[in-house]
């Protein structure tokens, strides 16, 4: 199983932009999608954005067209430019990734995001 390392919360206004990182590192396994779930105080967690390493993209309804989820595969390192934040993107981001074959999944330490004013 990798290490998923995610930086690059914080602080942000309404209207503001944010760029999270997740690197892998520390497995054999090939890693077949890397994204991020997010969870909210009272909420489920929920999906917000995966890539694959052939590079096809899938977005939850309510980031699509502000957020933008990148990958560079020979570092095993995802990227998720969130622009346009408001106060419902508040949340603790959690980087993923799934493994091809029976591999299984693993999951970062979140990182928290706050949009406020």
């Known amino acids: 199983q990798a290490k998923l390392v995610g930086s690059g919360g914080g602080l942000v206004q309404p209207g503001g932009s944010l760029t999270l990182s997740c690197s892998a590192s520390g497995s054999s396994l090939r890693i077949w999608t890397m994204g991020w779930y997010r969870q909210a105080p009272g909420k489920q967690r929920e999906l917000v954005a995966k890539i694959s390493d052939g590079g096809s993209t899938n977005y939850a309804d309510s980031v699509k067209g502000r957020f933008t989820i990148s990958r560079d595969n020979a570092k095993n390192t995802a990227y998720l430019q969130m622009r346009s934040l408001n106060p419902e993107d508040t949340a603790v981001y959690y980087c993923?990734?799934?493994?091809?074959?029976?591999?299984?999944?693993?999951w970062g330490q979140g990182t928290q995001v706050t949009v406020s004013a």
């Open positions: 993923n990734c799934d493994y091809y074959g029976a591999g299984g999944e693993d």
